[in-house]
Antibody
Framework: QVQLQESGPGLVKPPETLSLKCTVS??????????WGWIRQSPGEGLESIGY???????YYHPSLKSRVAISLDRSKNQFSLKLTSSTAADTAMYYC??????????????WGRGTPVTVSS | QSVLTQPPSVSGPPGQRVTISCTGS?????????VHWYQQIPGTAPKLLIF???NRPSGVPDRFSGSKSGTSASLAITGLQAEDEAYYYC???????????FGGGTKLTVL
């Protein structure tokens, strides 16, 4: 059973870049059939899909974040990463890394990390 | 404001059947986008409960079922148990906005 674990700073100063990593165990990020992504949850905005990346590095980003976000793979470490530039207080949220099933149904998230809280504040 | 609309709360006594609605539009559920459901116990990550409108991942009890009709979908929970008390979110895809969308979530209280 695949497991995901987020890591990264819990406090980011605006307008620095928010950077998180997700370590995957029990499965390879290089195997096909799944993409790997990030979801955030804040009290005011609910759940929001930030974006995801396929094993062949095709990316999908939320239109409202597209200009600031980058998701990448590190196959040697079986990890994937999130970078969100020009951070503001509005980026304060719990961040989850997820496995994305992009199979016959519309994309959905079948495995989740435990989440990591990130606060953007000076 | 979420693109998918859910009631803020539902409740029922143990053993009862409850349903949670998820209302979309002609650019998402009405355009044949699949609906998925997640359960989130406070303090934990969401967990996939139903995918592809009415399919349960391995390990999810058959007390949970999903359905879809027109621009809406529903999650039904039968034989309500105390452990079902949680938040439930629907999720789909909007073809006009080109974005994954979530409902605002429904808090289920077992009385």
């Amino acid at each position: 059973q695949v497991q995901l674990q987020e890591s990264g700073p819990g406090l980011v100063k605006p307008p620095e870049t928010l950077s998180l990593k997700c370590t995957v165990s029990g499965g390879s990020i290089s195997s096909g059939g799944y993409s790997w992504g990030w979801i955030r949850q804040s009290p005011g905005e609910g759940l929001e899909s930030i974006g995801y990346i396929s094993s062949s590095t095709v990316t999908y980003y939320h239109p409202s974040l597209k200009s600031r976000v980058a998701i990448s793979l590190d196959r040697s470490k079986n990890q994937f990463s999130l970078k969100l530039t020009s951070s503001t207080a509005a980026d304060t949220a719990m961040y989850y890394c997820v496995r994305v099933d992009v199979g016959p149904y519309t994309p959905h998230f079948d495995s989740w990390g435990r989440g990591t809280p990130v606060t953007v504040s000076s | 404001q979420s693109v998918l609309t859910q009631p803020p709360s539902v409740s029922g006594p143990p053993g009862q059947r409850v349903t949670i609605s998820c209302t979309g539009s002609s650019s998402n559920i009405g355009a044949y986008a699949d609906v998925h459901w997640y359960q989130q116990i406070p303090g934990t990550a969401p967990k996939l409960l139903i995918f592809g409108n009415n399919n349960r991942p391995s390990g999810v009890p058959d007390r949970f079922s999903g359905s879809k009709s027109g621009t809406s979908a529903s999650l039904a929970i039968t034989g309500l148990q105390a452990e079902d008390e949680a938040y439930y979110y629907c999720q789909s895809y909007d073809y006009s906005l080109n974005v994954v969308i979530f409902g605002g979530g429904t808090k289920l209280t077992v009385l």
